[in-house]
């Protein structure tokens, strides 16, 4: 067996994220049964010096040749990195990514993608231009349990498709634990509010199983109505947006799609499942249920009409109990359970490795289609963000 490729990263921000997914990154690949790449974080950096980046190295147990800088301008001059993982704020989006495509490096960035589509779009462009690789990381879509879904779909089991609902709340109470208003939860200058953050992922189920099933030329963009509620404290994020989508589909045969999201109520209020699936794909021959939370769910339930009723549990691996190895976003998981980042980087470093320049599960063609999706959301919504974080301008100096 030949030796697995190693693919060096760069890690552009040293926040909440780019901590959990350089953890998870770090595992052995066999824990997961990956055996011809391998991930290595070779460089950092911090916007607010190398103290910082230095520091997060430390934490994520990196190798101690990775280098600390104290810009992101240095990090994407750096000869030894393959690939910088954008993980600011996305009102940061544009600005960092379009710096790295700039310099020649291939790029994988957070969610949601940019601020808006035409964004979304000159990335894609500059990407093209320069024949690089770029990803939005969407990591829920790289999970066994959508490639199962996926394929539960595509098989033609739950027959046509009818109506898809998903719903991600995420319960923060935001006036008790961002009373300042400068989380990037709820501040307008980095782009806050619950459809950017939470409501990308409602958006990706309606998606994953309505679009990305579909072979690429019977694709078609969805019509759009919406309403999005203001969170008042800071006037210009929203706290609630509800959103019906509308599929195209020849023979009569359109699908309807509700997403919803929130940053005040929960879509599963005790945290034991007990609210039920958060997200419902109903064909005319049965139906297939994913349970919250939908940007890591681990369970699923599939009823057919003729009587099947089938639940599936996707536990994420990593390196088990007894490791001492503990990693989480927003809640720690169990000892030696990965948060499931790794899953979207093993397909950023297939695609190097084979030369792709996307990935066929999140288009670029897709990324910005879902970008103008909740472009008219904003619009019904009356929502703006500054422009400095709205431009396609570049460089600008956030
Ligand atoms: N996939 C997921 O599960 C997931 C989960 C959470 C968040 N996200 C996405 O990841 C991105 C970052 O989220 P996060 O929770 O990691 O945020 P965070 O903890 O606030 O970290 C963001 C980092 O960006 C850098 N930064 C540069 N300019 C900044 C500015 N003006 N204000 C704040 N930070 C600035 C900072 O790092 P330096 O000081 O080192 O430069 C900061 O630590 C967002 O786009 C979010 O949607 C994804």
Not at 194 to 199: E, K, R, T, V
Request: aromatic fraction near 8%; proline fraction near 6%.
């Amino acid at each position: 067996m030949s030796a697995p490729k190693e693919i060096r990263w760069g890690i552009l921000a040293t926040g909440g994220i780019a901590l959990t997914f350089s953890k998870d990154i770090l595992l052995d690949p066999q824990t997961r049964g990956v055996t011809s790449i391998k991930h290595t974080v070779v460089a950092a950096a911090s916007s607010s010096g190398t103290a910082r980046a230095t520091q997060f190295l430390k934490e994520i147990g990196a190798p101690s040749t990775a280098k600390a800088y104290g810009s992101y301008e240095e990090l994407v001059k750096d000869p030894d990195v393959d690939i910088v993982y954008v993980s600011t704020p996305h009102s940061h989006h544009y600005q960092n990514t379009m710096l790295v495509l700039e310099a020649g490096k291939n790029a994988f960035v957070e969610k949601a993608f940019t601020v808006n589509a035409a964004q979304a779009k000159k990335l894609t462009e500059k990407a093209k231009e320069k024949n690089l690789f770029l990803m939005e990381a969407v990591w829920t879509r790289y999970f066994p349990l959508s490639y199962y879904v996926r394929d539960v779909i595509a098989s033609g089991k739950l027959g046509d498709i009818q109506l898809v609902t998903a719903d991600n709340g995420l319960c923060l109470d935001p006036e008790q634990t961002m009373p300042d208003g400068k989380h990037r939860m709820v501040n307008p200058d980095l782009a806050g509010g619950a459809l950017l953050d939470s409501g990308i992922y409602a958006l990706t189920w309606l998606f994953q199983t309505v679009y990305t099933t579909l072979p690429r030329a019977e694709r078609k963009a969805p019509s759009v109505t919406s309403a999005l509620k203001i969170y008042q404290p800071t006037g210009a994020a929203d706290e609630l947006a509800s959103m019906l989508l509308v599929f195209p589909r020849a023979n009569n045969k359109d699908v309807h799609a509700i997403a919803t999201t929130s940053i005040r109520y929960s879509s599963d209020p005790l945290g034991d499942l007990s609210a039920g699936p958060a997200c419902r794909v109903h064909g005319d021959k049965g139906e297939i249920q994913i349970f919250p939370p939908l940007y890591r769910p681990t369970k699923t339930r599939l009823i057919l009409r003729d009587g099947t009723v089938e639940d599936k549990e996707w536990p994420q691996p990593g390196p088990g109990k007894g490791s001492g190895w503990f990693n989480g976003f927003g809640g720690i998981q169990p000892e030696g359970e990965g948060q499931g980042m790794f899953w979207e980087a093993d397909e950023a470093a297939y695609a190097l490795v084979e030369g792709r320049k996307e990935s066929p599960l999140l288009s670029w063609e897709e990324s910005v289609l879902i970008m103008e999706v909740m472009d008219q959301v904003r619009q019904h919504g009356g929502l703006r963000y500054p422009e400095k974080i709205e431009t396609t301008d570049f460089p600008v100096a956030l």
